[in-house]
């Protein structure tokens, strides 16, 4: 009865999303057409050859398991694999189908590829004010990770929309390069606990935008850094999708020492970049021990739509 999603089903999914995540729906704002082509392009032939060929190779990028029943799905859960965990989300049954034990069916499912896939944990996260999915997961073993807020800020898109380079860039500013990476992980790393770290630690490659994931979600991707004595000091990156009304920023980066006057220009600089191109507000999923990013966040006119938990446990066999 589980068995991997198809492509053929996108707008089903689509339908089964609009109705199971009303909050995060409403604020992204997925639109139709284009979350169509994305699904198509994610599992185009030449894609599905290579998620194939990884999962021949052992290292799986994502599962998608779905519930069918009378022909149509009316369950899903996703299962991407990080360097030490399997992150489990898309957890939803359809309403006339719940209590029948397909959710639980399917985080089985996901542990147990996750399990396969060596990973030591799986982990999730969950709105903090939704009680049966937190009850699910607390019957299953999970434990409390962290606190993730969900931030917002809207934004009085440019008319028309004028995508031309914003020049020059403030002070101290520049657009990000993959040799400033190392120094900014070094930075990032410093502000996750150990016991985050353990479960989910920096994924490096975070912060390298890349070309081709842009094409397949049909998106674009801004960088920047803030630099002082020649060393990137703070770091923010944020994406416009044709799939979305939302552009993502990525949790910033804020060094001990970046100059906060300098870190507020920095996060205008995206803010500016969205919204000249046409995008209705910024979404920035950011964990609340990152004191400073938090902060730079508020004074960049972020507010919290949302609070996570983020919940883990062993990915081994309870
Ligand atoms: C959360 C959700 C997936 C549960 O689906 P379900 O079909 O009811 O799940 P199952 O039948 O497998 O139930 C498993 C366990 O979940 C818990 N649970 C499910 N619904 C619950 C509720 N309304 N209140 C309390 N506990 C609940 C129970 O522990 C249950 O075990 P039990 O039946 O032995 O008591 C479903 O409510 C849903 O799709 N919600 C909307 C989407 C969503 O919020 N997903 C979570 C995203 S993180």
């Not at 939704?130 to 606190?147: C, F, K, Q, T, V």
């Not at 101290?172 to 992980?185: H, M, T």
């Not at 002082?228 to 939302?246: C, F, K, L, N, R």
Request: charged share 25%; glycine share 6%; aromatic share 8%.
């Amino acid at each position: 009865m589980i068995r991997e999603f198809r492509p053929s089903e996108s707008a089903r999914l689509f339908e089964l999303l609009k109705e199971n995540f009303p909050e995060e729906e409403a604020l992204y704002g997925s639109r139709p057409g284009a979350w169509n082509r994305v699904v198509r392009r994610i599992y185009r032939w030449d894609v599905r050859v290579l998620v194939g060929l990884m999962r021949a190779l052992g290292r799986p990028i994502f599962r998608f398991f779905t519930v069918e029943m009378d022909g149509r799905i009316v369950a899903t859960t996703i299962v991407s694999f990080t360097p030490r965990a399997g992150y489990i989300s898309m957890v939803m049954v359809d309403k006339p189908f719940r209590g029948r034990g397909y959710a639980r069916a399917l985080m089985e499912r996901a542990r147990e590829a996750a399990e396969r896939a060596h990973r030591r944990y799986v982990a999730l996260d969950v709105l903090a004010d939704n009680a049966p999915a937190i009850a699910l997961y607390r019957s299953l073993g999970y434990e409390d990770l962290r606190e993730v807020g969900l931030f917002s800020r809207p934004l009085a898109p440019v008319v028309p929309v004028d995508a031309t380079p914003v020049l020059p860039l403030p002070p101290g500013l520049r657009p990000y390069r993959s040799s400033d990476r190392e120094a900014l992980v070094a930075i990032a790393s410093r502000a996750i606990p150990a016991t985050v770290a353990e479960v989910l630690p920096l994924n490096r490659r975070a912060l390298d935008s890349s070309y081709s994931l842009d094409r397949i979600l049909s998106s674009e991707s801004g960088s920047w850094v803030l630099e002082q004595d020649g060393a990137p000091v703070a770091w923010s990156s944020v994406t416009v999708s044709d799939a979305m009304e939302a552009a993502g920023l990525s949790s910033p980066i804020v060094g001990e020492s970046a100059d906060p006057a300098q870190v507020d220009a920095l996060l205008r600089t995206g803010v500016e970049w969205c919204a000249r191109r046409g995008a209705a507000r910024i979404v920035c999923q950011t964990p609340l021990e990152h004191r400073r990013s938090v902060a730079a966040l508020e004074r960049a006119g972020f507010s919290i739509a949302h609070r996570l938990r983020t919940l883990y446990r062993s990915a081994a066999h309870a």
